[in-house]
Structure formats: structure tokens, C-alpha cells
């Protein structure tokens, strides 16, 4: 586990003062280095029982379960199996899995812009995500491979915007909270970020975000 006293948020400079340099890049995964729609896969078990993807969308994410599976609470098993209970179908695990996971498509630009990155950054992936999404982005997404830390709700039992879970991503690096940028397309995990004392930035697109980060002196 990280030691949350050694990543705890320091002031901002004072105005005038020099802002310290960059070292660390801390990036979200979903709807900034890859797309995702949930209803992909709902529209697909809606295929298999007698209910609209609409139904299945408000069944799965109006419960706890997807939180408790995001949170590393319940297994990928048991999440299959309370998924099929809750919606009343009967399928392997192992269809589960595919159907839940096959929902992502790159954001144009990104892999080469992370991978621009990399050899003059401390690289670390924060996502509020499951086992099976990230194992599936892992495996069929080389934009995931490229960070040397990952700090993930499922791993960590904590996800965005806790204070927790962007502490244990500075710790990962071993970077202090003014040498690191953040980016997210969630206005509430910016502002979280910022508030910790780490430059954080809302992304919209890649050329946008190109724009900022070199604002604040990324290379």
C-alpha cells in the first residue's frame, strides 16, 4: 500500500514565484484514452433476454454492484453471476466477461501523445475501473502499456474523486503534488486533482489538451 503522509498536498506557490517543473503525467483512462459506451454492451444482453438496453442500463448502474465491482469489493466471478441473477440470463463467465468488456475505442491522437511522453515523464494511469475493463484495455490497447504505474479503484478500494487515490498515484511515482499534471474529462476529478495541489487539466481533445500542457511547460 502508499503511505499517504509522503504524497500529502503542499500550498501553491506564492504569485510571482517560480512553479516547479513538471515530472510526472497522471492521465485518466475512460473518455481520454479511450471511449466507452455502456450501452454497447447493454444492447447486446438485451439480445439475450426480454428486456430493452435501457432497462438492463438502469438495472446494472442504478444498483451497487458495478460501484462494488469499480471498488474492488466482489470478484469478477461473482460479479457475472449477480449480473446474470439481477437481469434473469444464463451465460458463461467467460461471455459475460467479452459482452461487459467490449466497449472501448481509441480517442484519436492519444497513443502518440502518451507515447511522446514517456521517455521525459513519470507515466502513471488513474481510472475509476474493473478488473475486466482494464485487463481488456490492457490486452487490446497498447495506449495502456505505456505508463509505469497504475493506480486503479478496483486495486486500490478507492476511487475519484477521493483524495485517497490521487495521493497513492503521486506516491507511485514518488512525486510531490506541484511536479505532477492531471488530466480528466470530469469537471468534479479536475477540480479534486487542483485541490490537492496538482495541475490538473480538463480534456475535451487531444489538440486541445496538447495546448495546455505545453502552457504549463510540458515538453
Known amino acids: 500500500?502508499?503511505?499517504?503522509?509522503?504524497?500529502?498536498?503542499?500550498?501553491?506557490?506564492?504569485?510571482?514565484?517560480?512553479?516547479?517543473?513538471?515530472?510526472?503525467?497522471?492521465?485518466?483512462?475512460?473518455?481520454?484514452?479511450?471511449?466507452?459506451?455502456?450501452?454497447?454492451?447493454?444492447?447486446?444482453?438485451?439480445?439475450?433476454?426480454?428486456?430493452?438496453?435501457?432497462?438492463?442500463?438502469?438495472?446494472?448502474?442504478?444498483?451497487?454492484?458495478?460501484?462494488?465491482?469499480?471498488?474492488?469489493?466482489?470478484?469478477?466471478?461473482?460479479?457475472?453471476?449477480?449480473?446474470?441473477?439481477?437481469?434473469?440470463?444464463?451465460?458463461?463467465?467467460?461471455?459475460?466477461?467479452?459482452?461487459?468488456?467490449?466497449?472501448?475505442?481509441?480517442?484519436?491522437?492519444?497513443?502518440?501523445?502518451?507515447?511522446?511522453?514517456?521517455?521525459?515523464?513519470?507515466?502513471v494511469l488513474l481510472s475509476n475501473t474493473n478488473a475486466w475493463h482494464f485487463e481488456y484495455c490492457f490486452e487490446h490497447y497498447p495506449v495502456t502499456r505505456l505508463f509505469q504505474h497504475y493506480a486503479l479503484s478496483y486495486r486500490l478500494g478507492f476511487r475519484k474523486p477521493d483524495p485517497r487515490i490521487y495521493r497513492a498515484a503521486l506516491a507511485m511515482a514518488g512525486s510531490p503534488p506541484e511536479e505532477a499534471l492531471f488530466f480528466d474529462d470530469i469537471p468534479e476529478y479536475v477540480q479534486a486533482a487542483a485541490g490537492l495541489g496538482m495541475r490538473a487539466l480538463r480534456f475535451e481533445n487531444q489538440s486541445k489538451l496538447l495546448r495546455e500542457m505545453k502552457a504549463e511547460g510540458v515538453v
Open 1 to 123: 500500500m502508499y503511505n499517504e503522509s509522503a504524497s500529502a498536498p503542499v500550498p501553491w506557490k506564492r504569485k510571482g514565484e517560480p512553479r516547479e517543473m513538471i515530472r510526472t503525467i497522471v492521465s485518466d483512462l475512460g473518455n481520454v484514452l479511450l471511449h466507452f459506451d455502456h450501452m454497447r454492451s447493454c444492447r447486446r444482453l438485451s439480445q439475450r433476454c426480454g428486456r430493452s438496453a435501457k432497462e438492463i442500463y438502469d438495472s446494472m448502474f442504478g444498483s451497487s454492484l458495478v460501484e462494488a465491482y469499480d471498488l474492488g469489493r466482489i470478484s469478477s466471478e461473482e460479479f457475472a453471476r449477480s449480473s446474470m441473477e439481477r437481469l434473469d440470463i444464463h451465460l458463461e463467465v467467460s461471455e459475460v466477461r467479452r459482452i461487459w468488456s467490449d466497449i472501448f475505442d481509441p480517442v484519436e491522437g492519444m497513443e502518440e501523445l502518451i507515447r511522446s511522453l514517456r521517455e521525459r515523464y513519470t507515466l
